[in-house]
């Protein structure tokens, strides 16, 4: 049991002495090779994104001015839903359909459900105008006469 106990005690050593943190000590010149590769390679990544951003601005200039060029081109009604533009003279079928906001092959039932919806919210009587009201009935007029049944 001597014997056992004595291997105990020198198994209990082993794994001591095998757990014990590794001491590593760097040289001065060491770190500071490191240290100085770290930094240059900084540098150089800062150096290459100041290059790339200075060529995006300069590559960007004329591409804005080419972009607001075209935007400026392009009409303000492309971009809007509603019907740019006055009244026309005399009132085409064309506009009595945009007036009642439907087809202008549409048929007289439908002229006159438009014509309904829309009164109802333009009518001089409720705050609307008279002279809107009044192309309005004109554009029922016309689609009227002219739509099949």
């Known amino acids: 049991m001597a014997n056992a106990g004595g291997m105990a005690a020198d198994g209990d050593m082993m794994r001591y002495s095998e757990y014990s943190p590794k001491t590593s000590v760097r040289s001065d010149a060491e770190i500071d090779r490191r240290l100085g590769g770290t930094l240059i390679a900084v540098g150089l990544g800062v150096a290459a994104a100041g290059f790339a951003g200075r060529y995006a601005f300069q ?36 506009e009595a359909s945009l007036v009642l906001g439907i087809s202008p092959t549409t048929t007289k039932t439908k002229v006159r459900e438009a014509h309904r919806r829309i009164m109802i919210l333009n009518h001089p009587d409720k705050g609307g105008s008279p002279y809107l009201a009044a192309k309005i009935n004109e554009a029922k007029d016309i689609l009227d006469k002219e739509s099949r049944r």
Request: charged fraction near 25%; charge should be positive; hydrophobic fraction near 30%.
């Open 59 to 94: 590559l960007w200039k004329p591409l804005g001015q080419v972009f607001s060029e075209t935007v400026k081109k392009m009409p303000s009604s492309a971009f809007s839903s509603y019907y740019k533009g006055g009244f026309e003279q005399k009132m085409s079928r064309r």
